[in-house]
């Protein structure tokens, strides 16, 4: 059973860098892309952007200019990094696998984690 | 930028009842479509891959439709588990993969 795991501050100052790792147990990275997307308190999905294992990324582009994921395959963990934030960076944040496009199938974003919860403050 | 419209915002039904949820896109996404469940304090759970396939262990009673812009999830015959929020998801050919607003599915 593969199970990912969100860890990293749960508060962070306006203006820093908002860092998060996700951590994947019970199975390889190799071969799927791996999300992290984010939903505000009380509020909808977010799609933050996703990292092949290969290393080639995907980001949304209304935050394209300060968010940057990476992946360790040799920790089974792959990272986030959101520069500059501001309160409306507050969030749950989830880590997640995509099961890509095959053929012409999508399969969708099959495994989540549990969330984490990010609040920016001073 | 892809667009997720979902309708309706809230959808009031009792058990038993079928619920009809839409997704809307404003520009083809294919079948490039995937809908999933979320319950209060737990994350999102995929129901629905490819706009129409189930994925394991989803009840037979939810099933997908719909291709290119016009996307349906009906749950034939309502549990109490099943009242929750609901979104769909498109992966088409760019970035950003937006998810639609969410609809609340409600005890009547």
């Known amino acids: 059973q593969v199970q990912l795991q969100e860890s990293g501050p749960g508060l962070v100052k306006p203006s820093e860098t908002l860092s998060l790792t996700c951590t994947v147990s019970?199975?390889?990275?190799?071969?799927?892309?791996w999300s992290w997307i984010r939903q505000p308190p009380g509020k909808g999905l977010e799609w933050i952007g996703d990292?092949?294992?290969?290393?080639?990324?995907n980001y949304n582009p209304s935050l394209k200019s300060r968010v940057a994921i990476s992946v360790d395959t040799s920790k089974n963990q792959f990272s986030l990094k959101v520069s500059s934030v501001t309160a409306a960076d507050t969030a749950v944040y989830y880590c997640?696998?995509?099961?890509?496009?095959?053929?012409?199938?999508?399969?969708?974003?099959?495994?989540w984690g549990q969330g984490t919860l990010v609040t920016v403050s001073s | 930028e892809i667009v997720l419209t979902q309708s309706p915002a809230t959808l009031s039904l009792s058990p038993g009842e079928r619920a009809t949820l839409s997704c809307r896109a404003s520009?083809?996404?294919?079948?490039?479509l995937a809908w999933y469940q979320q319950k209060p304090g737990q994350a999102p759970r995929l129901l629905i891959y490819?706009?129409?396939n189930r994925a394991t262990g989803i009840p037979a009673r939810f099933s997908g439709s719909g291709s290119g812009t016009d996307f349906t999830l009906t749950i034939s015959s309502l549990e109490p588990e099943d009242f929750a929020v609901y979104y769909c998801?498109?992966?088409?050919?760019?970035?950003?993969?937006?998810f639609g607003q969410g609809t609340k599915l409600e005890i009547k």
């Open positions: 998801q498109h992966r088409g050919n760019w970035p950003p993969y937006t």
């Open positions: 490819d706009a129409s």
């Open positions: 990292i092949y294992y290969s290393g080639s990324t």
């Open positions: 019970g199975g390889s990275i190799s071969g799927y892309y």
């Open positions: 997640a696998r995509d099961l890509g496009k095959y053929g012409s199938s999508w399969y969708g974003v099959d495994y």
């Open positions: 520009q083809s996404v294919s079948s490039y």
